[in-house]
């Protein structure tokens, strides 16, 4: 019925996203239209509507009879081999994690890789468990502020030229060493922020909140 529509629907806008993407990119590549248009392919939000509809296709699922239970067994088969897949793209080609690869098939595979995340961990509990592990918890809770200083850190660590004169020539030991640091940055930087930032404007919720009841 309408179920089975809207999520033949989110499939196809997943497919569409895909191949519009990987067309875009490789127009690109072979053309070199303009500095930024490899960018667009990342960045762009039809050409990342396939994340969007997986998320979509979850929810259609979700509310069907059986739940997201039908699709546990997908889920488990598929999350190491699309995990693989990213990390493979990734360090292949040690110009950056938003390379080639990633901006045709790896952002796809990636929506597959967290879509079957949100299933396990909405139906195993030993996922559950792993996902409550500190460090995964820690994520969570800072997930905003990793989310704002992360590009940052990436830029400075994968794009600036005292980080190629000094990594560069070291191939895939090279690339690991940036992720890293890039990684470390971004986890100070972001406890930073919600040590000295966040959590002062958050303190002053209660007063908000009091000034609203007293209306």
């Given at each position: 019925?309408?179920?089975?529509?809207?999520?033949?629907?989110?499939?196809?806008?997943?497919?569409?996203?895909?191949?519009?993407?990987?067309?875009?990119?490789?127009?690109?590549?072979?053309?070199?239209?303009?500095?930024?248009?490899?960018?667009?392919?990342?960045?762009?939000?039809?050409?990342?509507?396939?994340?969007?509809?997986?998320?979509?296709?979850?929810?259609?699922?979700?509310?069907g009879p059986q739940g997201l239970s039908r699709l546990k067994p997908w889920a488990a088969m598929l999350m190491l081999p699309s995990l693989a897949v990213v990390g493979w793209i990734?360090?292949?080609?040690?110009?950056?994690?938003?390379?080639?690869?990633?901006?045709?098939?790896?952002?796809?595979?990636?929506?597959?890789?967290?879509?079957?995340?949100?299933?396990?961990a909405l139906t195993s509990a030993r996922v559950q468990g792993l996902l409550s592990a500190r460090p995964l918890r820690f994520i969570g809770r800072h997930s905003f502020g990793l989310y704002v200083w992360h590009f940052g850190c990436y830029l400075v660590f994968f794009h600036s030229d005292w980080a190629a004169r000094t990594f560069g020539h070291l191939g895939l030991f090279g690339a690991l060493a940036m992720l890293a640091m890039a990684s470390a940055s971004t986890i100070v930087l972001t406890w930073l922020s919600w040590r000295f930032i966040e959590q002062p404007f958050?303190?002053?919720?209660?007063?908000?909140?009091?000034?609203?009841?007293?209306?």
């Open positions: 019925g309408s179920q089975k529509w809207q999520i033949q629907v989110r499939a196809a806008i997943c497919l569409g996203a895909l191949v519009s993407r990987t067309l875009w990119t490789i127009a690109d590549d072979a053309a070199a239209l303009y500095p930024t248009a490899l960018t667009a392919g990342s960045v762009f939000t039809l050409f990342r509507a396939d994340s969007l509809a997986a998320g979509a296709f979850l929810a259609a699922v979700a509310a990734v360090l292949h080609d040690n110009t950056g994690p938003n390379n080639f690869g990633m901006k045709t098939i790896g952002f796809s595979v990636l929506a597959v890789f967290f879509a079957c995340v949100l299933v396990l958050l303190a002053l919720k209660p007063r908000f909140a009091a000034r609203a009841q007293s209306r």
